[in-house]
Nanobody, 124 residues
Framework: QVHLVESGGGSAQTGDSLTLSCTASEGTFSNYDIGWFRQAPGKDQEFVASINWSGEDTYYADSMKGRFTISRDNAKQTAYLQLDNLKPEDTAVYSC?????????????????WGQGTQVIVSS
């Protein structure tokens, strides 16, 4: 298993940027594909972005592509989500998740391990 902890959330204004981090312990980080998901108040969990174990393959939800960037540094046991040009509708709890040998890492049910989430609040 792998333990994940997110950080970097907070409050922001429309147009601001934030960088979220997902740091792993209790496992070999490079064995896992990583996804970012978000859950807005009153809404279901939503796929944001994912990255495979090596960092060679990345995937984005259509609504986030162009504003958000996923990356990872396996030596630091950390994955990142860069949020640019934030909008109020980006307000959500952002969670990272890990899967070993994921098939389609755009799908929520592929992920076995989840962090506790970090809150992002964007005001106009």
């Amino acid at each position: 298993q792998v333990h994940l902890v997110e950080s970097g959330g907070g409050s922001a204004q429309t147009g601001d940027s934030l960088t979220l981090s997902c740091t792993a312990s209790e496992g070999t980080f490079s064995n896992y594909d990583i996804g970012w998901f978000r859950q807005a108040p009153g809404k279901d969990q939503e796929f944001v972005a994912s990255i495979n174990w090596s960092g060679e393959d990345t995937y984005y939800a259509d609504s986030m592509k162009g504003r958000f960037t996923i990356s990872r540094d396996n030596a630091k046991q950390t994955a990142y989500l860069q949020l640019d040009n934030l909008k109020p509708e980006d307000t959500a709890v952002y969670s990272c998740a890990a899967t070993w040998q994921g098939v389609d890492i755009r799908l929520l049910y592929e992920f076995d391990y989840w962090g506790q989430g970090t809150q992002v609040i964007v005001s106009s």
